[in-house]
């Protein structure tokens, strides 16, 4: 089965200010891996769960399905949560979608939980796509101005 390409590009990325570079390789490793394996045009849960084995196998920690909150931008209250597909490492938040294509909505939805969350990166893979898409997002925390307020409501 050939590799199913796909480009990850932005123009101010360099190892210096490329957030946990080792630890993303890693986990676009794993996806490519398991694209590779399966093919496009199962359902999300199988890949949710050979991603699930790619990482065990790998030794990467993940939670599956953990609750995450999500902040006031305001007031640094808890609004609600939200429930990504992974976890990485409690540092990455990857969503995967089985989808035709992925939408504009898809991603702008992860980048508004990266924005009202204590987590920086995150990942959305597409396996259904005619070639995989796998979209970063990034929303660093020293640009989230609640993050100063729940760190002093967690004292």
Do not use: H, W
């Amino acid at each position: 089965m050939p590799n199913r390409l796909t480009q990850i590009t932005d123009k101010n990325m360099t190892d210096e200010n490329f957030l946990e570079k080792d630890l993303s390789y890693k986990v676009i490793g794993a996806i490519y891996s398991v694209a590779n394996k399966y093919g496009c045009g199962l359902k999300e849960i199988v890949y949710q769960k050979a991603l699930a084995e790619e990482f065990e196998k790998l030794q990467i920690n993940c939670e599956q399905q953990k609750r995450i909150n999500i902040y006031s931008l305001d007031s640094g209250k808890v609004l609600g949560v939200y429930i990504p597909d992974f976890l990485i490492e409690n540092k990455i938040i990857l969503e995967i979608k089985a989808t035709p294509f992925t939408t504009r909505q898809n991603i702008e939805q992860q980048r508004s939980y990266l924005r009202a969350s204590q987590y920086e990166i995150g990942y959305l893979a597409n396996f259904n796509t005619i070639k995989l898409e796998i979209k970063r997002s990034i929303f660093t925390n020293n640009r989230k101005s609640f993050i100063t307020l729940i760190s002093k409501t967690q004292s």
